[in-house]
């Protein structure tokens, strides 16, 4: 069954205390794994897509990268803007249709 | 400017009612989904569609339906079957056979029964 796990829950920052957000996942073959963004009561953002093993993708202060297990959402230098809930969300070949899977988020919050 | 719409932005139900959440797309993407998000879980697939007049049951479809007469549209209606419907209600859109094969969302419908 494919599945996602994002890990830490929730984060407290400093502003300008660089961190990382886990995202592991099982699937039957690797379509694709994203990053959304969301903040409260809005709709997800997307940030970023990745599709295979050793990519890597930037924008801001935010860098994503993906193993064969896991991906992690780095935060460089955040500021209290960065505050936000992170989503990933996989899509396999296998049992899911090819329909997207999500991780239950990891909720930052950057204090100044 | 291209986006999602989705209306109303509040909705409140009382018990035993069927009430409809619109989603309007104007980007000239094929599939649009809708999920269901609950506090502490991840979305929750509900219902999607590939083509107009064709659609599938997601994970949670028990108590949903949903039409697509038309490209822009997907409406979701929560009927009185639905056991425990408050929640917060996103619709997504996507260009099926681009590369980038990704969803984007629109602001979402909160529901709540009274």
């Known amino acids: 069954e494919d599945q996602v796990t994002q890990s830490p829950e929730a984060l407290r920052l400093q502003e300008g205390e660089s961190s990382s957000l886990n995202c592991s996942y099982t699937?039957?073959?690797?379509?694709?794994l994203f990053w959304y963004r969301q903040d409260p009561g809005k709709g997800p953002e997307f940030l970023f897509t990745?599709?295979?093993a050793g990519e890597e993708k930037e924008k801001e202060r935010l860098k994503a990268t993906l193993t064969k297990k896991e991906s992690f959402l780095h935060i460089t230098a955040p500021k209290p803007e960065d505050s936000a809930t992170y989503l990933c969300?996989?899509?396999?070949?296998?049992?899911?249709?090819?329909?997207?899977?999500f991780g239950k988020g990891t909720k930052l919050s950057v204090k100044p | 400017d291209g986006g999602i719409t989705q209306s109303p932005k509040y909705l409140f139900r009382k018990e035993g009612q069927n009430v409809t959440l619109s989603c309007e797309q104007n980007?000239?993407?094929?599939?649009m989904y809708w999920y269901r998000q609950d506090p502490g879980q991840g979305l929750r697939l509900i219902y999607y569609?590939?083509?107009?007049?064709?659609?599938q049951k997601g994970d949670i479809a028990e108590g949903y339906s949903v039409s697509r007469e038309k490209k822009e549209s997907f409406p979701l209606t929560v009927t009185s079957a639905q056991k425990n419907p408050t929640a917060f209600y996103l619709c997504?859109?996507?260009?099926?056979?681009?590369?980038?094969?990704?969803?984007?969302f629109g602001p979402g419908t909160r529901l709540t029964v009274l």
């Open positions: 997504a859109s996507k260009l099926t056979g681009a590369p980038t094969d990704t969803q984007y």
């Open positions: 699937v039957s073959g690797l379509r694709g």
């Open positions: 990745l599709y295979s």
């Open positions: 969300a996989v899509r396999g070949y296998g049992g899911s249709q090819g329909n997207l899977i």
């Open positions: 980007l000239n993407h094929d599939a």
């Open positions: 569609s590939q083509i107009v007049n064709d659609f």
